[in-house]
């Protein structure tokens, strides 16, 4: 009896390790998975391709339009409630009505002190008064300071087009219903490259500042 015990649980064991050997065996190893390939350049992933006659930006694979507008703030602490609501409504009036894509980016650029310190500098070796010259040293070395180690806040408006008109009569259209409460301010060619650089490399120092 106990020795017909035995022989089941010992053939019970042996069909077990038989099946497991079969799946083991028979089973294939899963395929690897292939990586996705990493993109070689910049280029390949940068979403801008070129710029325009005018300074609008190409995007790339035909995703249209985009340019760039710097934004006039202001000191909402300073101004009345009365002031503070009209804005209020002005904006939210201008996102019901605008219905394409915009951007709005905040970004810590230094302060440009090059033009002050020129005038400084020449101050400094026009000048024969040693006490003169302490003053005007000690002012060259404020702007300095101020140059090196303050930044100011600025904020940029991106507007959004299919084709050239589209961007052109939605920047108009956006320039016209925020002339009142946030004004848009053109920028140059090279302050819109800063801007992008920036952007994309936040822990470099531009070449050039400009104000």
């Known amino acids: ?14 069909e077990q390790s038989k099946s497991k050997r079969g799946l083991k065996t028979g089973s294939k190893a899963k395929p690897k998975e292939k990586r996705e390939r990493v993109p070689d350049k910049i280029a390949d992933i940068f979403p801008i391709g070129d710029m325009t006659d ?25 101004q ?11 904006l ?34 026009a000048n024969d008064s040693p006490l003169i010259d302490h003053f005007l040293q000690k002012k060259k070395a404020e702007l300095e300071f101020l140059e090196k180690h303050r930044t100011n806040r600025e904020f940029y408006l991106y507007v959004y087009g ?18 009142r409460t946030i004004p848009m301010e053109n920028l140059e060619t090279t302050k819109k490259l800063d801007v992008i650089y920036k952007l994309n490399n936040q822990n470099s120092k531009l ?3 400009r104000g």
């Open 1 to 14: 009896m106990i020795y017909e015990e035995t022989l089941d649980q010992e053939a019970l064991f042996d």
């Open 54 to 78: 005018d300074g609008a930006f190409v995007l790339q694979d035909d995703r249209g339009y985009a340019d760039m507008f710097q934004v006039r703030s202001k000191d909402v602490y300073a």
């Open 80 to 90: 009345s409630d009365q002031e503070t609501e009209f804005d209020i409504l002005a």
């Open 92 to 125: 939210t009036q201008f996102l019901r009505a605008f219905d394409a894509n915009i951007k709005i980016v905040s970004l810590n650029f230094p302060v440009n002190m090059a033009v002050q310190i020129a005038h400084l500098q020449k101050k400094i070796d």
């Open 162 to 179: 299919e084709t050239v008109k589209d961007l052109t009569e939605r920047c108009q259209f956006a320039r016209r219903k925020l002339q």
């Open 207 to 209: 070449d050039h500042q």
